[in-house]
């Protein structure tokens, strides 16, 4: 038996990468789904090769008339919501390498990750928990990330976005709970995942395959993560296998957040 079969979803920056894999893995487990992002061209491209169970439709998470607008979609298509993946997220480096770091980031460049990443969340729970309580139940799944948990120098907007989506999963969690609604809400935290946002980073020349090992050099299991990874996760969460679990986060990042697999150096005389 499809894990979703029946049920209905909408996932913000679903055209390509982590989105599109969990569109897929949701549509494979028998679930109707919404994508949404504004890589139009993308996204209409990514749900064409899903068939009749996807559409996309634009949506910039940054804009409530947006969610309004989408919400009102899917409630008049499907009658109800039963998923949300609220995956849309920027580094701040998409445009070129910029500064990041707590002394030289430029407060615009601060205001526009934090847009995307934290504002768009908090819209998403929003307007799924008012959609979701038609019929009392749900799951609300945010992606977040590794970078959410230890600080990251080089970066410091995009880390402050995703401690913020980590604990706004438990707000949002806590607070369905206190209403009575089986809406659920958690977070998966995935750490250096294959995506088109590294791009930028690793770039097309020559020494591309060396930075992806310099980028690996302190995960354990020394290797990108896949994007079926996530959606495996995700299709667990918003399943009915996950019914006890809420404001919980699943970290998926190859073995970091326990330690190093590289011993450090033996202290002199040894």
Not at 116 to 130: E, Q, S, W
Request: net charge neutral; charged share 20%.
């Amino acid at each position: 038996m499809s894990r979703l079969s029946g049920k209905i979803a909408l996932i913000t920056g679903a055209a390509r990468g982590i989105g599109a894999a969990i569109a897929r893995a949701f549509v494979t487990e028998g679930a109707r789904v919404l994508l949404t992002d504004i890589r139009d061209s993308d996204g209409e491209r990514t749900a064409a090769a899903l068939g009749s169970a996807a559409r996309y439709r634009r949506l910039d998470v940054r804009h409530d008339h947006d969610w309004r607008q989408a919400m009102a979609d899917v409630l008049q298509h499907e009658q109800r919501l039963d998923i949300l993946v609220n995956n849309a997220g920027i580094t701040g480096f998409e445009d070129g390498i910029r500064p990041q770091d707590p002394e030289h980031v430029v407060l615009a460049d601060w205001h526009a990750v934090l847009a995307t990443n934290l504002d768009g969340v908090m819209l998403g729970c929003k307007h799924a928990i008012t959609a979701m309580r038609r019929h009392g139940s749900g799951s609300i799944v945010n992606i977040g990330s590794r970078s959410g948990v230890v600080g990251i120098p080089a970066a410091c907007a995009y880390a402050a976005s995703k401690a913020g989506v980590r604990n706004h999963t438990r707000s949002v969690a806590l607070y369905c709970a206190e209403q009575g609604l089986a809406i659920r809400c958690n977070v998966i935290q995935p750490a250096s995942i294959l995506t088109p946002m590294w791009e930028p980073l690793l770039g097309d020349g020559p020494d591309r395959e060396t930075r992806m090992r310099e980028y690996t050099r302190d995960t354990p299991l020394a290797r990108f993560g896949r994007v079926d990874e996530v959606a495996a996760l995700a299709v667990y969460l918003a399943g009915d296998e996950s019914a006890y679990m809420t404001g919980s986060e699943l970290t998926l990042d190859g073995g970091m957040l326990a330690g190093t697999a590289v011993p450090p150096p033996a202290p002199p005389g040894h």
